[in-house]
């Protein structure tokens, strides 16, 4: 039976595990099955190819010559995304484990458990807003795109990911201790 203490630790460790499958799906997609789809948006992002004509093109990075849209400097910045992306993963996959083996224990052990997951969140928030709302939006000016602005769904992430962030970092309490039952 689940009683007030244990179901925070629940839902903590359950909302974790969703994390950590999306991080691991996202992977999956960037990574391995859709890796071509996904670098276009990073390239389109990083030459400014689409923002129209005004005078912060200066910023725009547009290799030359015959293998421009596949320059290695396009793949070096997917690449940091997707490192991001499967490290978050792992971190929160990590955590998921740490806190279920936890879930039992003490309020203190139970708090230093969230430790890995505390990283992989922060991590993917630094991602999502370094990479994707300071870098993207601001520097290569994404928004002015009206095919390559990913700042709503950067936004998105920072805040869901942000909420559970808070939410898992807030301290837990002792779980009542159980009953010991009278035998008849």
């Not at 992002?45 to 010559?65: F, N, Y």
């Not at 505390?118 to 009206?146: D, K, P, V």
């Not at 898992?168 to 779980?175: A, C, G, I, K, V």
Request: proline share 3%; net charge neutral; hydrophobic share 50%.
């Amino acid at each position: 039976m689940l009683d007030g203490g244990m179901i925070p630790r629940l839902s903590k460790i359950v909302l974790l595990a969703a994390v950590t499958f999306f991080f691991l799906l996202v992977f999956l997609n960037n990574g391995v099955l859709d890796y071509r789809g996904n670098y276009e948006f990073v390239r389109h992002v990083l030459s400014m190819d689409t923002t129209g004509d005004h005078g912060q093109l200066w910023r725009a990075i547009r290799p030359e010559g015959p293998d421009a849209a596949n320059h290695w400097i396009y793949h070096a910045f997917y690449w940091t995304i997707i490192t991001c992306e499967v490290s978050t993963g792992l971190l929160c996959g990590w955590g998921t484990w740490k806190l279920w083996r936890a879930r039992h224990a003490s309020a203190e052990v139970f708090n230093a458990a969230k430790d890995v997951a505390i990283c992989g969140l922060t991590l993917s928030l630094l991602q999502w807003f370094t990479i994707s709302l300071t870098i993207g939006a601001e520097w290569f000016l994404m928004f002015l795109s009206r095919e390559w602005d990913a700042q709503g769904s950067a936004f998105r992430m920072f805040g869901c990911l942000g909420i559970i962030l808070i939410y898992l970092n807030q301290e837990n309490r002792d779980l009542p201790a159980t009953p010991a039952r009278s035998q008849a």
